[in-house]
């Protein structure tokens, strides 16, 4: 079983809908989640970035985690066409020695016109 | 400001090659990242460096090497190289002495390379 599991998609929704994209994890030791954007040829740069259960709002984005459940999810609002990437969530812990990042392995997203 | 910078963006090398994967920052990041990303399998971590002359095995390092002797470069050296290793390439760094932005990891544009 992989530590981080995501739907890889691809999902495809029209302009002005609401996204959620989901990861779900094994390992109870994670503790700080992250979700990167990766435009098609382009480096992943991080969205959000969230520590402990709750949400968290940054404009038309909002970050969710259940450390319960272990689920973490992406809903973006008013979804526009450059949203269209691929969204990786991450996750790690504190660790002594070098900050290692698991990632999910992606979830494709186009938003279409 | 440039950020994380790689080199070259795309490569093709022959069976048994050998070859350096450049990367350099310049916003004074203590930790370095080598990662390989594959097709559905996300990002796999090779190498990483929490300063100067400190190297340490990732996910995957089998088949490359790294050296760390200033804090702006990181280079990735594949020797031998097979056709398990064609991938994309990215390099990353983070500010490691921050409890909360050691995690945030800055990506570089990535290095295509492709071993036939």
């Known amino acids: 079983q992989k530590e981080v599991e995501q739907d890889p998609g691809p999902l495809s929704v029209p302009e002005g809908a609401i996204v959620s994209l989901n990861c779900t994890y094994s390992?109870?030791?994670?503790?700080?989640f992250m979700w990167y954007r990766q435009y098609s040829r382009k480096g992943p740069e991080l969205l959000m970035y969230?520590?402990?259960?709750g949400n968290k709002e940054d404009g038309r984005f909002t970050a969710q985690v259940d450390k319960s459940s272990k689920y973490i999810s992406l809903f973006i609002r008013d979804s526009q066409p450059s949203d269209s990437a691929t969204y990786l969530c991450?996750?790690?812990?504190?660790?002594?020695?070098?900050?290692?990042?698991?990632f999910g392995t992606g979830t494709q997203l186009k938003v279409e016109l | 400001n440039a950020g994380v910078t790689q080199t070259p963006k795309f490569r093709i090398l022959k069976i048994g090659q050998s070859m350096t994967l450049q990367c350099t920052q310049d916003?004074?990041?203590?930790?370095m990242y080598w990662y390989r990303q594959d097709p559905g399998m996300g990002l796999k971590l090779i190498y990483y460096?929490?300063?100067?002359?400190?190297?340490d095995k990732g996910e995957v390092p089998n088949g490359y090497n790294v050296s760390r002797s200033t804090t702006e470069d990181f280079p990735l050296r594949l020797e031998l190289a097979a056709p398990s290793q064609t991938s994309v390439y990215f390099c990353?760094?983070?500010?490691?002495?921050?409890?909360?932005?050691?995690?945030?990891?800055?990506f570089g544009a990535g290095t295509r390379l492709s071993v036939l």
């Open positions: 990353a760094s983070s500010y490691g002495r921050d409890l909360i932005a050691k995690n945030i990891q800055y």
């Open positions: 460096s929490v300063g100067a002359g400190i190297t």
């Open positions: 991450a996750m790690t812990r504190l660790t002594g020695g070098g900050n290692k990042l698991t």
């Open positions: 969230t520590y402990s259960s």
């Open positions: 390992n109870s030791a994670f503790q700080y």
């Open positions: 916003m004074n990041h203590n930790y």
